[in-house]
T-cell receptor, first 114, second 114 residues
């Protein structure tokens, strides 16, 4: 089955700096890659996603890049703010062919220092 | 937007008892529901996939007789943890696909077995 590796496991940045989280996946047939933000004790919230026919997607301070050849994708957060502090998860899906199941990375705990 | 309501949010039970967790899709029909378990500071691990009108599909290593899943209608899926033990203490969360690969998550259930 699909395997998703996520790095780093923890990331501390100064407010205003950028944060980058990287994920690799094993199954080249994966075609959907969402990113979730989870605050303590809360449900994961989708913050951005990208499909395999796109190389990059941006939404205000958040961007995601996908390299299908290398099977990796990254989340970029610019101008970080204290409220960006949370755990971020990447995920990969094989789509309808696999029942739309998501395989999650191990998570990255991001701390933005004011 | 699509909402999944999950109850209870927290439950404490004694060892050996059973606990039922409910997930309801409020404004859409969920033919599929994913059930995850999340231990502290860890990622979401898929336990099983429930499908309305048919048997649930369990991931490798998940005991079917211990984690009973029922998907009785297009708006309700339940997870029952039977004969709970302290090691079953975890955060359980459901999610339903809402189209185009997107998932909507329930708010999660914090189970503590004493």
């Amino acid at each position: 089955g699909e395997n998703v590796e996520q790095h780093p496991s923890t990331l501390s940045v100064q407010e205003g700096d950028s944060a980058v989280i990287k994920c690799t996946y094993s199954d080249s047939a994966s075609n959907y890659f969402p990113w979730y933000k989870q605050e303590l004790g809360k449900r994961p919230q989708l913050i951005i996603d990208i499909r395999s026919n796109v190389g990059e997607k941006k939404d205000q301070r958040i961007a995601v890049t996908l390299n299908k050849t290398a099977k990796h994708f990254s989340l970029h957060i610019t101008e970080t703010q204290p409220e960006d502090s949370a755990v971020y998860f990447c995920a990969a899906s094989l789509g309808k062919a696999a029942g739309n199941k998501l395989t999650f990375g191990g998570g990255t705990r991001v701390l933005v220092k004011p | 937007g699509a909402v999944v309501s999950q109850h209870p949010s927290r439950v404490i039970c004694k060892s050996g008892t059973s606990v039922k967790i409910e997930c309801r899709s409020l404004d859409f029909q969920a033919t599929t529901m994913f059930w995850y378990r999340q231990f502290p500071k860890q990622s979401l691990m898929l336990m099983a996939t429930s499908n309305e009108g048919s048997k649930a599909t369990y991931e490798q290593g998940v005991e079917k007789d211990k984690f009973l899943i029922n998907h009785a209608s297009l708006t309700l899926s339940t997870l029952t943890v039977t004969s709970a033990h302290p090691e079953d203490s975890s955060f359980y969360i459901c999610s339903a696909p809402v189209g185009r690969g997107l998932d909507t998550f329930g708010s999660g259930t914090r189970l503590t077995v004493v």
